[in-house]
């Protein structure tokens, strides 16, 4: 059974930073794309960014320059740097496994907010 747990979200100021971590147990993110989306108060659900098993990345427009994915395949995480972050960057950040992303975590909520 695959099971993702997110970690490290919490309340920001703009202009700071942040960094997401996805554990996974239950398959090898080397051989799944792996991805971050998210989904902020009354919109949709928004992929952010995905790391296919060949190492090829895909970011959003919304965040591209300041987001960056990156997975340790020895420990089987799958993180999210996050720097100059901007209030509509806040939402609830979901780690994803697979190309249709089938598997979902429950969640981290990020905050960026004076």
């Known amino acids: 059974q695959v099971q993702l747990l997110e970690s490290g979200g919490g309340l920001v100021q703009p202009g700071g930073s942040l960094r997401l971590s996805c554990a996974v147990s239950g398959s090898s993110i080397s051989l799944n794309t792996m991805g971050w989306s998210r989904q902020a108060p009354g919109k949709e659900r928004e992929l952010v960014a995905r790391?296919?098993?060949?190492?090829?990345?895909n970011y959003a427009d919304s965040v591209k320059g300041r987001f960056t994915i990156s997975r340790d395949r020895v420990k089987n995480t799958v993180d999210l740097q996050m720097n100059s972050l901007k209030p509509e960057d806040t939402a609830v950040y979901y780690c994803?496994?697979?190309?249709?992303?089938?598997?979902w975590g429950q969640g981290t909520q990020v905050t960026v907010s004076s």
């Open positions: 790391i296919k098993p060949n190492g090829i990345t």
């Open positions: 994803t496994s697979g190309a249709g992303a089938q598997y």
